[in-house]
Each structure stands twice: as structure tokens, then as C-alpha cells.
């Protein structure tokens, strides 16, 4: 287990998810179903995406290792820059997202409609890029899967239990902002490995 590994996982996936759209999703689908049935559905399908996100990056793992970095780099740069897009489109609108109308669900129908919700959303979401890069620089499978479904989950957890709160005090460009941050120091610590 590469405990370092695992911790920048978590703290990239983490900061990145945290004003993503997934935090927007879990907190609106926790108004309308019971939250602990939205949590478990959220968690199944980042368990899903968490999974194909390590199975890709470790194929691509067998790639030469200058190609993988370089790869990485502009993905955390491209991440980077969608996050300050995000910022800004935030910043200048009201953040108002996902107004839609569900039917009301219980039990078995609310947790199936949460993971479809969340499982449509991932795909190729930058917590899913930023997972197979981390798995094919670090070749730590099992610490990034755990370390990514970690935070996701944590991200999840708060949508579900303290997102209104949440927004009352944190602005939510702010968090994009912060992610950009992450991602950009990302991409210095591997420019520097590929210099060096």
C-alpha cells in the first residue's frame, strides 16, 4: 500500500469533486429522497466509474514512463483550466444547476435513481481523468481506487448531510478555484520529475 499515493488521491479527487457538479447533484437529489438511500446510490456508482477510472490507468501504466508523465501533465493542466472556466461561470451566475423535477422515490427506487443520476454524470468528469493519470504515474492501483472512492465518497457525504451549510459560507467558485490550485500543483511536481 503506497499511503502517499493514496493521500494525494484523496486530496486531489477531494478538492476537485468538491465543487463539482456531483456535490450539486447528491445535495439537490438529498432534498428529494431520504438522504441515506441518495448516499448509498451515489457511492455505488463511484465504486463503478472508481473501478474502470484504476483498470485504465493501469493499462496504461505499461506505457513508457516519459509518455505517461507527459500525459498526466496536461491532464492536470487541462484540469486546471476547467475548473477556473467553472470559477467564473459560477462566480458570474447564480450557481442554480440542477432545478429539475424528480418523481418521489423510497427505498430501492431512490437509491437506483441516484446511481443512474451520478452514473450518467462521471463519465469522463475530471475525478475520473484525474484517477486514471494518478494510477498510471504512481502504478498504485489499490491505494488511488482507495484513496479516490474515499474522497468521493467524503464529497458525497457532505452534499448529503452539509451541503446547504456548506454553500451558506464557502462560495462555490472559491472551491473551483482551489481545485485549479491542486491541479496545477499536480502539474509542477511532474514537469519537475520530467526535467529532472
Do not use: N
Not at 489499490?142 to 451558506?168: K, P
Request: net charge negative; hydrophobic share 60%.
Amino acid at each position: 500500500m503506497d499511503l502517499a499515493a493514496l493521500a494525494l488521491t484523496f486530496g486531489a479527487i477531494f478538492v476537485v469533486e468538491l465543487p463539482d457538479k456531483t456535490f450539486l447533484a447528491t445535495l439537490v437529489l438529498a432534498t428529494k429522497y431520504r438522504p441515506i438511500l441518495v448516499w448509498l446510490g451515489v457511492g455505488a456508482a463511484f465504486a463503478v466509474q472508481t473501478t474502470v477510472a484504476v483498470l485504465v490507468g493501469h493499462a496504461a501504466s505499461f506505457l513508457p514512463e516519459e509518455v505517461i508523465k507527459v500525459v498526466a501533465l496536461v491532464m492536470f493542466l487541462a484540469g486546471a483550466v476547467i475548473l477556473v472556466r467553472e470559477g467564473r461561470s459560477h462566480q458570474q451566475d447564480s450557481g442554480e444547476e440542477f432545478a429539475d423535477e424528480a418523481e418521489p422515490a423510497t427505498g430501492f427506487r431512490a437509491v437506483v435513481a441516484s446511481f443512474l443520476v451520478l452514473f450518467a454524470a462521471e463519465w469522463g468528469d475530471l475525478s475520473q481523468l484525474l484517477t486514471i493519470s494518478l494510477v498510471a504515474r504512481y502504478e498504485a492501483p489499490v491505494s488511488v481506487f482507495i484513496g479516490a472512492l474515499a474522497a468521493l465518497l467524503l464529497v458525497s457525504g457532505l452534499a448529503v448531510v452539509a451541503g446547504r451549510t456548506l454553500m451558506r459560507f464557502v462560495a462555490l467558485h472559491v472551491l473551483h478555484y482551489v481545485g485549479a490550485g491542486v491541479c496545477l500543483l499536480l502539474a509542477a511536481l511532474t514537469a519537475y520529475e520530467l526535467l529532472a
